[in-house]
Every structure is written in structure tokens, then in C-alpha cells.
């Protein structure tokens, strides 16, 4: 094949591994509690093929699935390429064949209408299936064992969606995946598929809204009662996509709205509230009190993504784009469009977490990825190419507003953390954080195994991989006892 081209994106750690692994029984510094038993599936981009294009942005790589798996204080290490329909295509071709993200008309006419999918951006179990998902897509159905790909999975035929997000939400209560679809009609659309999906994988609640102007809705929040859309002016155009400029840019001018929805509602309850221009794409979780509705975001004064460029021309403003986990609060029966905003913490981050079976109620602890420009770095080593710079893990204590670090040093990264509980019956936030930590010098990773409630303690155990995982996305942890 054609080599990678010499940029940032392509070389030293972000060199494309294309390593397909099977190590058994991995090196652990200190000790691996016995506790821990069960999968830690993640994802991320790692490109089979030198871009199309002659350069690409991180998040069109094709996905790569990692699993983890504990049991009596060892570990074994898989990985594997998600078999999508542009990865089997670009294999057979031997080259990319596809082109730029989320541009069809930048494809070889060859794969014109074909899954342009990556399955590059998160990775969940629901009803014993393993996901692999990209936002433009429908998911991906792996084998929870062999990481082999089954293929696409559109909910026994009745996924109606062309695409389905990669933060779908699980109930841990009922079992069910509270889900969407934006652009559900193709590039550049309006339109917003809802879904319920039963603990059993049946679709059982459907409903199609529009969205106030077509941009990305990158996550969203769900509690007890509602489903909320957070709407930032990450838009799209498919003008722009066609005449060869990024699909997806930044606009400054648009107000941001929260699009709340009762869960079982129809596209008649839908109340859009509003708020003056400015960026949030994760939610760390979402609950509601009576009619009062949380959600707790990092938000930013502008823009986080510097390759979705500002439309009018603006340049990237780093200091805008940093985030804090801020509390937005509306009230579904108010006569007003306006909602509350509170930062509830100093830390700059984002990749937000918590202990997932708080997800959707109330709750205390928040972890993230935190970039910590205070702490010392080596610039040559220490490169991102998400356009954050990850230096720290952070707990923030919702209840108090304190926050514990852990800084990982001047020549390493941090990936986005998972919580792990210690037992099913465990208290909120007591277990461990899972981190891939991203060895720059030595180009190599570790994982780390921290005490959820002692972070800067440091790691309790340092798992040693002889390989390196390229930068990833998102993951999540599966207890032996739900698989
Ligand atoms: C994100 C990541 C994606 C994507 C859209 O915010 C948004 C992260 C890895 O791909 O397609
Ligand atoms: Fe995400």
C-alpha cells in the first residue's frame, strides 16, 4: 500500500497502528484487584488507508476496538478492526476509497450511495450485543468474544434512520436504549429520528422531529421522564461539502437551543428553549426533578473542534474553546423559552463520565479528562490531535464543587476514562477509573487502574502493553455477570 503521509495526524503516536492484537495475560505493575471482572470494550480512528485526499482529520479513521478482559487479578488484551462496509471495500481496492468526513461527494464514484461508516466513536452492549458506532451510520453488531464483526444491525429491519449516535443512553433501571438519529435523511438534513429501544432490542417508541438548523448533534441527554437535544451551531452544508470544504463548520452567530421531549412523547410535546451563541457537545448525565430538567455539559465560549472551521473565516480561538461541566436547568412547564446556567466546576475538560448506574438521576461524582496548562509538558512529545490537550484526570464532587486530579506527567496523555463499580450493590463512586494512559516517548501505552475515590494517589495498578493504542474515542464497561 501507499505509505501515510509525513503530517501531525500520521505520524510519531498518531502513526496508524493497523495492529490487529491478541496478548494473554498482560504485565501489571502493583496489583490488579480481584474485583474487577469483566470487559473494557473501547474504540478509536486508526486509518487502514493513506487518506484519499492526501490528508484527512481524526475522526474519519476506520475503527478499532480494543477489549480488556479481567478476571483473578490478570488481563488479556484484543483488538480488532471493525469489518464495516467501507473497510471491506477499501481492503478489496487496496487504497481509500472514500473521502473526506461526512462528504459523499468527495467518494470515488464507485462507492457513490455506499455505508460510508466507521464504527470509529463508541462502543456499548445492549440485550448481549456489542455496537460499534458512528453517528452517520447505523451500528455495527460484533461478537462480544472474538470482536468479530457480524455486520450492520438495524433493530430486526426496523432502524428507519440512515444514521444512529454514537451516545446512545441505557437505562439502568429498565434496560432500555434511549437513542437517535440526526441527519437522519441524509447529509445536511434537519431531521431527528427518536427511539426507544427495549431491554429485549425491539424499537418500541419512534418519533421524527426538526431540528431548528441543520448542524451536528454530537450527544444527548436523557433523564427518568425526558430526552433532551442539545442544538450548537456545529453546522452543516452540503454546499460547502461540494465545492471541496469541510461539511461541518463553526457559526458564531447562531443562538443554541435544548430541544426537551417527554421520553414516551410525540413530536407535538417537543419544547425548544434558547440561549445566545456558544459550544457544548458531551453531556456527562442529565436528571430531572418533577418538571425541572438537569443537564450538566462542559461548556465552552466557543468552538472545540479547530479542523470544523469558523464559516466566516475567523481563526480557531484556544481560549474560548475551553470547557467547564456547566448545569443547565429549565422547567418543561414554564411559559418562558430561557433555562439557567451554573459551572459547576474550575476544571477545564472534557470526556465526561460517571458511575453509569447513576445515569439518568440524581447524582454526586463526575470524572473527565482534564487539561491542566499549569502542570509542566513537553511540547514535542506531548502532541494531540483532537484538539485537546490531556494532561489530568479529574473527579469533580457535584455536591461540594471540589475536584481531585491526577497528572499523568510531562510526556504522556490521557484517553477518556471509564468508571467501574467495585460490586453491583457498591456506593456511587465507590470502584476504580480505567485510563489509557499515551506513552509519547516511548510509544507505547499503559493502562491505568485508579481508586475512583483516591485519584491523586495515583494508579493502583499499571497495566503494560506492549503495543500502542492510538489515540481513541469513547469506551464502556461490561460486569462479567451481564455478559
Ligand atoms: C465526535 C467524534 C466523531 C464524530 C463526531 O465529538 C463527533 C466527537 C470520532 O468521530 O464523527
Ligand atoms: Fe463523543
Known amino acids: 500500500m501507499k505509505a501515510f503521509p509525513q503530517q501531525p495526524t500520521y505520524t510519531g503516536f498518531n502513526e496508524p497502528s493497523r495492529v490487529e492484537a491478541d496478548v494473554c495475560d498482560l504485565e501489571v505493575e502493583g496489583e490488579l484487584p480481584l474485583d474487577l471482572n469483566g470487559t473494557y470494550y473501547r474504540v478509536g480512528p486508526d486509518p487502514q488507508y493513506a487518506p484519499r485526499l492526501g490528508s484527512d482529520i481524526y475522526f474519519n479513521g476506520d475503527g478499532m476496538v480494543s477489549m480488556f478482559r479481567f478476571k483473578n487479578g490478570r488481563v488479556d488484551l484484543k483488538s480488532r478492526y471493525v469489518r464495516t462496509d467501507k473497510f471491506k471495500l477499501e481492503q478489496e481496492a487496496g487504497h481509500a476509497l472514500f473521502g473526506a468526513?461526512?462528504?459523499?461527494?468527495?467518494?470515488?464514484?464507485?462507492?457513490?450511495g455506499k455505508n460510508r461508516g466507521t464504527?470509529?466513536?463508541?462502543?456499548?452492549?445492549?440485550?448481549?450485543?456489542?455496537?460499534?458506532?458512528?453517528?452517520?451510520?447505523?451500528?455495527?453488531?460484533?461478537?462480544?468474544?472474538?470482536?468479530?464483526?457480524?455486520?450492520?444491525?438495524?433493530?430486526?429491519?426496523?432502524?428507519?434512520?440512515?444514521t444512529f449516535t454514537a451516545h446512545?443512553?441505557?437505562?439502568p433501571q429498565t434496560g432500555e436504549m434511549v437513542c437517535f438519529g440526526y441527519s437522519a435523511t441524509g447529509v445536511d438534513t434537519p431531521d431527528i429520528a427518536y427511539y426507544v429501544v427495549g431491554p429485549t432490542g425491539e424499537i418500541v417508541h419512534e418519533v421524527w422531529i426538526k431540528s431548528p438548523y441543520n448542524c451536528m448533534i454530537h450527544d444527548f441527554g436523557v433523564t427518568r421522564d425526558f430526552v433532551i437535544f442539545p442544538i450548537v451551531p456545529v453546522v452543516s452544508s452540503a454546499e460547502r461539502a461540494k465545492a471541496g470544504r469541510p461539511t461541518f463548520g463553526w457559526d458564531g452567530t447562531k443562538d443554541i437551543y435544548l430541544g426537551v421531549m417527554p421520553r414516551r412523547g410525540t413530536a407535538r410535546d417537543v419544547r425548544w428553549f434558547r440561549a445566545p451563541n456558544q459550544f457544548a457537545s458531551h453531556v456527562m448525565n442529565a436528571f430531572n426533578e418533577g418538571s425541572k430538567v438537569h443537564i450538566d455539559m462542559p461548556r465552552a465560549e466557543s468552538n472545540m473542534f479547530p479542523f470544523f472551521p469558523d464559516i466566516s473565516g475567523k481563526p480557531f480561538d484556544r481560549e474560548r474553546a475551553a470547557a467547564r461541566v456547566t448545569r443547565w436547568t429549565l422547567d418543561f412547564n414554564s411559559k418562558g423559552d430561557t433555562f439557567e446556567a451554573r459551572q459547576m466546576t474550575s476544571l477545564v475538560g472534557d470526556f465526561p463520565r460517571i458511575d453509569d448506574r447513576y445515569a439518568m438521576e440524581s447524582y454526586r461524582h463526575g470524572y473527565l479528562c482534564v487539561s491542566d496548562l499549569t502542570k509542566p509538558y513537553d511540547a514535542l512529545r506531548g502532541g494531540s490531535i483532537t484538539g485537546m490537550f490531556i494532561n489530568c484526570l479529574g473527579h469533580i464532587d457535584l455536591a461540594t464543587g471540589k475536584h481531585e486530579e491526577y497528572f499523568v506527567g510531562p510526556t504522556s496523555t490521557l484517553?477518556?476514562?471509564?468508571?467501574?463499580?467495585?460490586?453491583?450493590?457498591?456506593?456511587?463512586?465507590?470502584?476504580?477509573?480505567?485510563?489509557?494512559?499515551?506513552?509519547?516517548?516511548?510509544?507505547?501505552s499503559d493502562l491505568l487502574i485508579l481508586d475512583a475515590q483516591r485519584l491523586a494517589d495515583g494508579p493502583i495498578a499499571t497495566v503494560h502493553l506492549p503495543v500502542r493504542l492510538r489515540q481513541g474515542l469513547h469506551g464502556n464497561w461490561v460486569p462479567a455477570t451481564a455478559a
Not at 101 to 112: E, L
Not at 136 to 153: C, F, K, R, Y
Not at 417 to 430: L, Y
Open 119 to 162: 464504527a470509529n466513536t463508541n462502543i456499548v452492549f445492549h440485550n448481549g450485543q456489542l455496537l460499534a458506532l458512528k453517528e452517520d451510520s447505523p451500528p455495527v453488531a460484533m461478537d462480544p468474544d472474538t470482536l468479530e464483526t457480524i455486520g450492520n444491525w438495524d433493530f430486526n429491519g426496523k432502524l428507519s434512520s440512515q
Open 168 to 171: 446512545p443512553k441505557i437505562d
Open 415 to 444: 484517553q477518556e476514562p471509564v468508571f467501574i463499580p467495585k460490586s453491583a450493590t457498591a456506593a456511587e463512586g465507590e470502584g476504580y477509573l480505567a485510563v489509557l494512559a499515551n506513552r509519547h516517548e516511548e510509544l507505547r
Open 101 to 112: 468526513y461526512r462528504n459523499p461527494w468527495s467518494d470515488d464514484p464507485a462507492v457513490q
